[in-house]
């Protein structure tokens, strides 16, 4: 069986092909062409995921645009599935507001809880870095910190004199001291970055343990993973289409 999986973010639409854990035919599409009414492009640039698919899983994290996401696909004969706090079949949700999760991250949780096993951690490194933590309990909650971009753009907004760095800048920084500015600035963001990564999973850990859970699986997605100093590679799994799986998985248990 084959989904196609389409995650809504607030930029970016990510979609993919998928088959239990093999994810093909990924791609992007802009947020904002659903804004305002469906968008037929959306279709046609699906067209030939469509032609292979069974089925169709989403979830968003923009609710204004699900109604013109399902109208762009509304001439597809493969039923629609949409990933909510209340449709996520397996998965117990010990969480006091369920409606407050994030759907991608649910996604997510899924993802780890049928593929990886559990407890599990997952660390998804986009515009802002997102811990969800699934134990013996079910999908407990997780931590928001600012991701990278954030950091980079802040420091740029928020001073005079000091440049705005891209991701690529902040790749392979080497050295303790800043011998300029801008060396400076990629070692407070790159060595800080992963600082930050370090202590909040080691806080989690160390819960998880306290409460006598197993290790746990620790899991990695969203670009930011190549900016975090070489000796994080060892730390984690990095699996890149995450939340597309997880969506494939969620659709399969309901349809």
């Known amino acids: 069986m084959k989904t196609l999986s389409i995650d809504v973010g607030n930029t970016s639409t990510h979609y993919g092909l998928v088959a239990g854990?093999?994810?093909?035919?990924?791609?992007?599409?802009?947020?904002?062409?659903?804004?305002?009414?469906?968008?037929?492009?959306?279709?046609?640039?699906?067209?030939?995921?469509?032609a292979e698919a069974d089925s169709i899983s989403f979830c968003s994290v923009v609710p204004d645009?699900?109604?013109?996401?399902?109208?762009s696909l509304a001439e597809c004969q493969q039923p629609i599935f949409h990933l909510t706090c209340d449709s996520c079949a397996g998965l117990e949700l010990v969480y006091p507001k369920p409606h407050e999760i994030g759907q991608d991250r649910i996604a997510n949780a899924i993802a780890a809880q049928e593929f990886y096993g559990?407890?599990?951690?997952?660390?998804?490194?986009?515009?802002?870095?997102?811990?969800?933590?699934?134990?013996?309990?079910?999908?407990?909650?997780?931590?928001?910190?600012p991701g990278l971009a954030v950091m980079t753009r802040y420091l740029h907004?928020?001073?005079?004199?000091?440049?705005?760095?891209?991701?690529?800048?902040?790749?392979?920084?080497?050295?303790?001291?800043?011998?300029?500015?801008?060396?400076?600035?990629?070692?407070?963001?790159?060595?800080?970055?992963?600082g930050m990564i370090d202590a909040l999973l080691l806080k989690?850990?160390?819960?998880?343990?306290?409460?006598?859970?197993?290790?746990?699986?620790?899991?990695?997605?969203g670009g930011s993973i190549a900016n975090l100093t070489k000796d994080w590679a060892h730390k984690s799994l990095f699996v890149g289409d995450l939340t597309l799986m997880g969506l494939a998985v969620a659709a399969k248990r309901q349809l």
């Open 157 to 194: 907004e928020q001073t005079a004199l000091l440049p705005e760095l891209s991701a690529e800048d902040l790749l392979n920084v080497e050295g303790a001291i800043g011998k300029s500015t801008v060396h400076a600035m990629k070692l407070g963001v790159a060595v800080g970055f992963s």
């Open 118 to 145: 559990i407890p599990a951690i997952v660390i998804d490194m986009g515009t802002a870095v997102t811990f969800d933590i699934v134990s013996s309990q079910g999908y407990e909650g997780g931590i928001i910190a």
């Open 21 to 50: 854990q093999s994810v093909q035919l990924t791609g992007h599409f802009p947020t904002a062409e659903f804004r305002h009414e469906p968008s037929p492009a959306f279709a046609q640039k699906l067209a030939p995921l469509l």
């Open 204 to 221: 989690v850990t160390n819960e998880l343990q306290k409460r006598g859970e197993p290790k746990p699986v620790v899991l990695s997605t």
């Open 65 to 71: 645009i699900n109604d013109n996401l399902r109208a």
